[in-house]
T-cell receptor, first 113, second 113 residues
Framework: DGGITQSPKYLFRKEGQNVTLSCEQNLNHDAMYWYRQDPGQGLRLIYY???????QKGDIAEGYSVSREKKESFPLTVTSAQKNPTAFYLC????????????FGPGTRLTVL | GDSVTQMEGPVTLSEEAFLTINCTYTATGYPSLFWYVQYPGEGLQLLLKATKADDKGSNKGFEATYRKETTSFHLEKGSVQVSDSAVYFC????????????FGAGTQVVVTP
């Protein structure tokens, strides 16, 4: 079945450590996105990539980094510079012929201890 | 900049009641409008969309009409079920945003038997 997978589902990190969240899609989508969701709030865009080897900062990119070496993969690294990293992280992708409709993965819940 | 405002929750209803969730937006030009649904602990699923004024999106008994004159995209369902309990997000994508979505804060809906 086609879809987006994110791993792990739950992740715990000590303060001062970097951590990488995985996002893989087999939908043959060119565009991929990372969002952060905090309780009672909407989604905020962290980074997005329109094509392989290219990505742009979203609204809250500080303290995060990404890479897009393969079309199927868009990993997100939460660095120690991110002041408040505890949140639910969602990855999405979209079809080049239908860029408005984004399809989401199940999310990763990151908790900093 | 673009923004989406939706009614605060939680909205608590009895089964078979009528549901309305208000959503208004601010955007330049003619954005595409979306409703996404998020079940507990999961990612977002596209519920419906509309891409131009007076379009009506519908899916699973839910409907929303793109009203340019009132900049609104209210979500409605005539008879809710317990399984409709979720958080609902209104979102828009502007023509010049290359697929990036602007989300509202989300409205939690609780349906009781």
């Amino acid at each position: 079945d086609g879809g987006i997978t994110q791993s792990p589902k739950y992740l715990f990190r000590k303060e001062g450590q970097n951590v990488t969240l995985s996002c893989e899609q087999n939908l043959n989508h060119d565009a991929m996105y990372w969002y952060r969701q905090d309780p009672g709030q909407g989604l905020r865009l962290i980074y997005y990539s329109q094509i392989v080897n290219d990505f742009q900062k979203g609204d809250i990119a500080e303290g995060y980094s990404v890479s897009r070496e393969k079309k199927e993969s868009f990993p997100l690294t939460v660095t120690s510079a991110q002041k408040n990293p505890t949140a639910f992280y969602l990855c999405a992708s979209s079809n080049p012929g239908n860029t408005d409709t984004q399809y989401f993965g199940p999310g990763t819940r990151l908790t900093v201890l | 900049g673009d923004s989406v405002t939706q009614m605060e929750g939680p909205v608590t209803l009895s089964e078979e009641a009528f549901l309305t969730i208000n959503c208004t937006y601010t955007a330049t030009g003619y954005p595409s409008l979306f409703w996404y649904v998020q079940y507990p602990g999961e990612g977002l699923q596209l519920l419906l969309k509309a891409t131009k004024a007076d379009d009506k999106g519908s899916n699973k008994g839910f409907e929303a009409t793109y009203r340019k004159e009132t900049t609104s995209f209210h979500l409605e369902k005539g008879s809710v079920q317990v399984s409709d309990s979720a958080v609902y997000f209104c979102a828009l994508s502007s023509a010049d945003s290359w697929g990036k979505l602007q989300f509202g804060a989300g409205t939690q809906v609780v349906v009781t038997p």
